[in-house]
């Protein structure tokens, strides 16, 4: 028997999980495992933070049923723990990109499956200064989309919601350039950027970026990619190009994998999996080889 906490966010994705909560609940009962549920509300001050940190380490397993932003509150609250119960996941998000990378179901039956009867995995946690990242740190156009989108509208529309909002967004974001002091321990590099992102997945926004990076998520390091500024309109197909032809070959493109990095500038934003994070103008960042474990399907 287990102890499992179910940590539910009803908000996620279309809402769907607030509907299937007892289904869920059921499913995860399977051979007497004894499962405790807690709702994710940030607007009645329910957060998933303060119920791990009061009584997170009384369960075997911690099950999050939401998008990539729920997952990472719960993450940073484990990386406080020792031990570190091990992780389930119910996608329920707009683009579930981290379940994408490690071939976990959308379908909540099948998930709950996975959580019962799959396998641990040991995969690598990021952090940027304080803040630990579950698959991706991003900065710079088009990065802030996945949290400037109301919610409303990513629950009716899902993924056309942010495409929709990168299509009305895209003159402005063109417009961005930060130059930055880059020092990881591939490279160094000082330049002006107008994209950036540092991950350990295989999905970047519902975009399958397998073809550009073959990411491992346990091997200890995270992939880097840079966008330099283009020089002017007619250059931005030397970035466009080679990207949608899955190709990083590109004097605008800068790709590595690294095991930390700092990096210097004015004011960045940073999107967290795909949430908003902190506005610094440092930013350290290093890799915790195997932090935890997720339940995964057996191959």
């Not at 959580?115 to 991706?136: A, H, M, Q, V, W």
């Amino acid at each position: 028997m287990k102890r499992i906490a179910l940590l539910v966010n009803g908000l996620a994705g279309n809402g769907s999980l607030q509907r299937q909560t007892y289904q869920i609940v059921e499913d995860l009962t399977i051979d007497g495992n004894e499962v405790t549920v807690f709702p994710i509300q940030p607007e009645k001050n329910l957060l998933p933070e303060e119920f791990l940190e009061k009584k997170g380490q009384e369960f075997d397993m911690i099950v999050c049923g939401g998008g990539d932003g729920s997952l990472n509150h719960i993450v940073n609250e484990l990386m406080k723990m020792n031990p570190r119960p091990i992780l389930g996941y119910i996608p329920a998000g707009t683009t579930n990109d981290f379940a994408r990378s490690i071939a976990i179901p959308t379908n909540v039956s099948n998930a709950c499956k996975v959580i019962t009867s799959g396998t641990p995995f040991s995969y690598d946690i990021g952090k940027l200064n304080e803040r630990y990242l579950n698959y991706i740190a991003a900065f710079g156009a088009f990065s802030s989309i996945s949290y400037s989108t109301d919610q409303s509208i990513k629950s009716i529309f899902g993924y056309t919601a942010y495409i929709l909002s990168a299509i009305t967004e895209f003159p402005q974001q063109m417009n961005y350039k930060r130059h930055m002091k880059i020092e990881t321990d591939s490279f160094s590099i000082e330049d002006d950027f107008i994209f950036g992102a540092i991950f350990s997945s295989k999905s970047i926004g519902g975009f399958d970026i397998s073809s550009y990076k073959e990411a491992c998520l346990d091997d200890g390091k995270f992939e880097i990619l840079l966008i330099k500024h283009p020089e002017n309109i007619l250059d931005l197909g030397q970035v466009v190009q080679p990207l949608m032809a899955s190709s990083l070959d590109s004097p605008y493109i800068v790709s590595a994998s690294i095991t930390h990095a700092k990096i210097e500038s004015k004011d960045i934003a940073w999107s967290i999996d795909g949430e908003l994070g902190e506005t610094c103008d440092n930013a350290i960042f290093q890799v915790y080889p195997k932090a935890i474990q997720i339940m995964v399907p057996k191959e």
